[in-house]
Every structure is written in C-alpha cells, then in structure tokens.
C-alpha cells in the first residue's frame, strides 16, 4: 500500500502558503522536518488545558499532565519496540543523548571508542572532549571504495580494549546505512557496548531496538514531525542502572541530606529539572501520526522520488553525487556538487528561483569535508510529504542553476 501524499500534504499548513505566488517546495527535511496540524493541535493542548508539572504536584491538572507524559513515554517505547516505558529518557535532542553516554560510562585511560569516518559533529566532539579529558582513543572505520560502511575493516579493528562502538546508522552527509544488526553482534562477541546515532533513520525507516540488540540509541524529534527542543536516548535497563548521572539536581534524586544524595532509577535519573511537556506530548503525537502511515510506506517513497532525482542529475555534466551511486543504499538524501561552484550559491538560487529550499555546507560533518578537501556539498533531502512534481521542478530548477553559475 502506497502513499496518499495529496492527504498528507493537507495535514501540513505551508503548503497551502506560497511565497511570492509561488509554491513551498521543502527539500530540506534532513535538517528538520515539518510539523502537521495534529502535533501542534497536541502542544496546544497542553498549553491550553494543562499547563502544570508532571509529577510533582498532586492536583488535577498536574495529574492530568503526569498522564499525558506517560502515554507519550509509552508511545516513544512501542515507536522503537523497546521492551519497557523507563528505557526510554527525554532530553533536548541527539546531540544531549550522546553526550550523556559519553559523560557517563566510565571510560578510562586507554579505553577505545570506534566511531566513523562520516559521524555529525554530536557523535564527534563529544568524545574528542573525553579524549583530551580521561585518555581515551578514538578510532574511525574509514568507508570502502564505494563510500560504504567497510565490515571487514570493522572486524579487524575490535579487540578487548574496545569499551563502546558509537555510530550513526543513517548519515546525514551522504544517506548511507550502517548494518546495525552485524555491528552489534560484532561488537558485543569482543564485550563492547553498542551506541547508535538514529537521528537520520527512526524518522524514515522500521527501528526494533530489541532485534538491533543495540545498548544505547539517541534521535531528535524534530527531524520526525515532532517539536524542537525535544530528544530521546533508548537505553537498555542494565545499561542505563549502570550509568552515572550527568546532569543533576530537581526531580533526579529520592532524597538529599547536606552531605549525601540517593538517586532516582532510569528514566527519572537522567531528567533534571522541569522537562518540555508540551513537547513530549507532541512528540507522542509524532509517533501517533507516523505510525498510521507507516514508516516502510515512507522509506519506499522517499526511494522512489530519490532514483527520480539520482537519475536526472547523472545526466548534468560536472555534477557530482555523494555517497553510493545506487539511490537504494542513500535513502532520501541526495548530496552533491556541481564542478567548482560554492553550494552556498547552488542552495540560495534554488531558494531565489523556485522556492526550492535545500541545505548546503558542511552539515556539522566538517571532519569528513576537510578530510576530502571539499567546501560542502548542497543537500537535498526527502520526506513522504514530497511529490514526483516537486522533484521536476527541482530538477529544472537545478538545470537553470547549473546555466547560471
């Protein structure tokens, strides 16, 4: 069963809202994607019929909004087949998740963290920080000839001093695919625990953390039509009761003496201070709304209108794509550069022509980009509210660029 995008596309307002009598073209959903009226409709309520806390107070509307934030913790557990609600913590966004493993395992001198050659910046600096700090080594499995995540090389990196494997699954750079499931395996036959960065792949693609295996898993829901400011990480139980805390203070702990303090268990243990509950309830609604469309639905049709795009600019001289050629293995990203010319230049006369709104730079993957000696790229990235229409207009849009420039 297909896509009913024309439906979809009712559910989100700015289609309806040309810009200079033109139509909203939004390529741009790696960064983040738009909202539909349900998510919002969700905040507002809050806003409007239950604006305390959660879990504090024991009147009606902070009881009301104790629920609330239940249903959405429990709708977050059932979106990633976790196997309980307290797996799952909320926090700001991916780049917090991670930064709250990389503070609170106890890495210790020597340890080693094997990430990637194509990792955001959130699953980077994190523990070039505990490099520098406690003396750990990091380490990058460098991608094949074909740009893909190289298993073989994985393998023969693994060794006993390898505490955690810290990977993107979906790469914002590219669109390429990590094989979790391998990975994991790998990783844990040699003791090591397994971090995934799934802020580019649980918005598009079926995640099951339970047949993943995977300890540990951090996404944005903004990328995922939900609210910004507001994040996930997935932890296993064991995992997580083993953690020390990161941030501290209201709603962490049972109980604090002048000189002592006893902790709350997972979830609570990770979530100091007042939480954005507008936000978790509308993240519910995110889930909610994905869910009844389907995310294989979604992943099939983002492929589609991908091999439309790949197929067009292969044939434009001097443009150059990132990543695998085969559209399959990039899911609905496509990156690319046109001869010499700054992508900077390539996004703002896509925007200025046809309302086509795309990204470029280095897309906080500056260490790849440097590596390559490359600027950028300029970045086009789908979503199921996408049409075949929007991508030849995208396409003739580009063609006009490429005169231009």
């Known amino acids: 069963m297909g896509l009913n995008v024309a439906k979809i596309r009712a559910d989100f307002p700015i289609f309806s809202k040309p810009i200079n009598k033109k139509p909203v073209i939004y390529f741009d959903n790696a960064c983040m994607t738009l909202k539909p ?116 090389v994985f393998q023969d990196m693994m060794s006993k001093n390898v505490k955690l494997v810290s990977m993107v699954h979906t790469a914002n750079l590219d669109g390429s695919t990590t094989p979790l499931k391998e990975i994991t395996k790998i990783a844990h036959d040699f003791g ?28 944005s829901v903004h990328k995922m039509c939900g609210p910004t400011g507001l994040g996930v990480l997935y932890g296993k139980s064991a995992a997580l009761e083993a953690l020390e805390p990161f941030i501290v203070g209201g709603d962490t702990v049972i109980d604090t003496t002048y000189t002592d303090v006893q902790f709350e268990k997972p979830p609570e243990k990770f979530e100091a201070g007042l939480q954005h509950y507008a936000g978790i309830v509308g993240g519910g609604e995110a889930c909610r709304y994905l869910e009844k469309i389907g995310r294989d639905n979604i992943e099939k049709h983002e492929l589609m209108l991908n091999k439309m795009i790949t197929d067009e600019m292969n044939n434009i001289f001097g443009m150059k794509l990132l990543g695998p050629e085969d559209p399959k293995l990039r899911s609905g990203i496509v990156s690319f550069n046109y001869k010499d010319t700054d992508p900077h230049e390539i996004a703002l006369l896509m925007d200025q022509l046809s309302n086509v709104m795309i990204r470029s730079g280095a897309h906080c993957v500056h260490s790849w980009f440097n590596a390559h000696k490359l600027k950028g790229s300029a970045r086009a990235s789908l979503y199921m509210y996408n049409t075949p229409d929007e991508v030849k207009v995208f396409i003739e849009t580009l063609k006009k660029v490429v005169k231009m420039v």
């Open 37 to 152: 009226r349900q998510v919002v409709e969700k905040i507002n309520e809050y806003y409007y019929e239950y604006p305390a806390c959660a879990g504090r107070s024991h009147h009606k509307l902070s009881k009301r909004a104790t629920e609330e934030v239940f249903k959405s913790r429990e709708q977050f557990r059932k979106f990633i087949n976790a196997k309980k609600s307290e797996e799952i913590i909320f926090n700001k966004n991916t780049t917090e998740g991670i930064n709250t493993i990389a503070n609170s395992l106890k890495l210790l001198k020597g340890d080693v963290v094997i990430t990637t050659d194509k990792e955001h910046n959130s699953n980077l600096v994190p523990w070039l920080v505990q490099q520098k700090k406690n003396g750990i080594k990091l380490e990058q499995v460098k991608s094949d000839a074909k740009n893909n995540f190289d298993i073989s």
């Open 192 to 219: 090591a625990q397994v971090l995934v960065d799934g802020a580019q792949s649980i918005p598009h693609k079926e995640i099951d953390v339970k047949k993943l295996d995977i300890d540990f898993m951090a996404f």
